[in-house]
Each structure stands twice: as structure tokens, then as C-alpha cells.
């Protein structure tokens, strides 16, 4: 993708140049220069509408909304092409703006702004894509809602009376590592223990394909352990609720 080869200046001190100059410029060629950007918006807007449609189709499958659906995909190409296409509209649209206000006005002032616009938005996206890439290259967290039902189905299991540590770390697109710390009910000898944590694994892994790295430690929780497992059971409760409000604002 590049804006500023598509999009009006076509050298990055262009902007610079046409604020320093001051002087009036011919406006012949501009109509040439229109259509193209004119074209340029069609080609970029019917590749952002199907990323649009993709991410929605996603989104229905989920039973969630865009915003949602955009926090938690798995898929950072489908989220990458979709912050490329949305930033080189906008860009083109900064450009035909600004061309347009010079045609009109004979201030090149407004050409020259649309240029700092094109790359500030350039860097504003590119900061957000690599902020995005850090967290997948340093091992996130899977998203709140998921880490929740993690938590539920480890709870509603009857050999298990409390769930004292859950964490868990995105490998890649499809693989995820679940570490769980449980303190079973009392009276389950050890051949009866080993049955139960590859029933739970076992179950998991069906229902939460990409959580292909699961392991159960057996543990007595004390006092500060339950203290914390209620604390650790809330947490995600306030940020599924914030994520579900913010997306129903949108």
C-alpha cells in the first residue's frame, strides 16, 4: 500500500515544499490528477467493502459485534488488510480534498495540509499494527470472553471444587497454551485423579480447538488461594462487560 503514490503528492516533502513556496501554480492537469484518485477510491473502496463483509461474517458466526469481533480475531491478515484498505480510503480522500480546495481557492496551503494528513495517518496505523504485532510476538493472552468459558467449564465440573490460577498464551493463529491450577473435591485416590484431568483435557480440546496445549495441576487451595480465585473470576467479568458495552455504543 502506498497512500502517497496513489493519492495526490507523490514525494514525501511535498508538503513542505508547497507551504514554503507560497506561489500560485498551474492548475492544468488537475482533472487528470481527480479522475485518477476518483478511481483510485473506487479500486481501495471495493476491496475495504469485502474485508468489511468478511470481518461481519466472522463477527455473526461469534455472536458478536464488529468491534468485538475485530479485539478477538485470530486472523491478523484479515485485521491488517482491513487497517490498510480503511487507511488508504481515508487517504485518498484527504488528497482529493485537498486538491480540490486549491483548485477552487488557489491556496496551496490546502494541498500541502492534506500531504501532512496522508502521513500522520500513515504513521498513526502503522503504530497501532506493530503495537498489535508486539503483543502476538511477546505471547498474549487469549480474549476475556474466552478465558471466562475457560474458567466456567473448569468450574462446572463436579471433581473440581476450585480453580485457583488460569493462564493462558497465544502460540500462533490456531494454537493456544492453557495453564490451570485446580483444587479437586475430596476423596479421589490417585488412579482416580489421572482420569479425571484427561477427561477435562480431553473435553477441552474438543470444544476449544486451538487450546492444543492444556495442563491441569492438581493443587489445596487455602484460604488467600479461594480469595484470589474470586478476585481472578471477576476480572474478566468487568472486561467482557466493558467490551460488550463499547460495542454496543458502535
Not at 501554480?25 to 487528470?32: F, T
Not at 467493502?49 to 491478515?77: F, I, K, N, Y
Not at 488488510?81 to 487517504?91: H, I, K, P, Q
Not at 495442563?215 to 468487568?238: G, I, M, N
Amino acid at each position: 500500500m502506498d497512500i502517497g503514490a496513489r493519492s495526490g503528492p507523490a514525494r514525501r516533502t511535498d508538503g513542505a515544499e508547497a507551504l514554503s513556496s507560497g506561489s500560485s501554480e498551474d492548475h492544468s492537469g488537475y482533472l487528470v490528477g481527480l479522475t485518477v484518485l476518483g478511481v483510485a477510491l473506487l479500486a481501495e473502496g471495493s476491496s475495504l467493502v469485502r474485508a468489511l463483509v468478511q470481518v461481519s461474517g466472522h463477527a455473526r458466526e461469534a455472536g458478536h459485534g464488529m468491534v468485538a469481533e475485530l479485539r478477538a480475531g485470530d486472523d491478523p491478515t484479515l485485521r491488517t488488510v482491513l487497517a490498510e484498505d480503511s487507511t488508504a480510503c481515508l487517504g485518498v480522500v484527504f488528497a482529493l480534498l485537498g486538491m480540490w480546495l486549491h483548485m477552487v481557492t488557489g491556496e496551496v496551503a490546502y494541498e500541502a495540509t492534506a500531504s501532512f494528513l496522508i502521513g500522520a495517518l500513515l504513521v498513526y496505523v502503522a503504530y497501532r499494527l506493530a503495537k498489535e504485532s508486539r503483543g502476538r510476538l511477546i505471547g498474549e493472552a487469549i480474549d476475556p470472553a474466552q478465558r471466562r468459558e475457560l474458567r466456567r467449564f473448569l468450574e462446572a465440573q463436579p471433581e473440581i471444587d476450585t480453580v485457583t490460577g488460569l493462564l493462558t498464551m497465544r502460540l500462533g493463529n490456531d494454537s493456544t497454551l492453557v495453564a490451570a491450577r485446580v483444587d479437586l473435591v475430596p476423596g479421589h485416590d490417585s488412579e482416580e485423579v489421572e482420569e479425571v484431568l484427561v477427561r477435562v483435557k480431553t473435553a477441552m480440546a474438543e470444544i476449544w480447538p486451538y487450546a492444543d496445549q492444556i495442563f491441569l495441576d492438581v493443587t489445596e487451595a487455602s484460604a488467600r488461594d479461594r480469595a484470589k480465585a474470586r478476585a481472578d473470576r471477576q476480572a474478566p467479568d468487568e472486561r467482557v462487560a466493558a467490551v460488550e458495552k463499547e460495542d454496543r455504543g458502535t
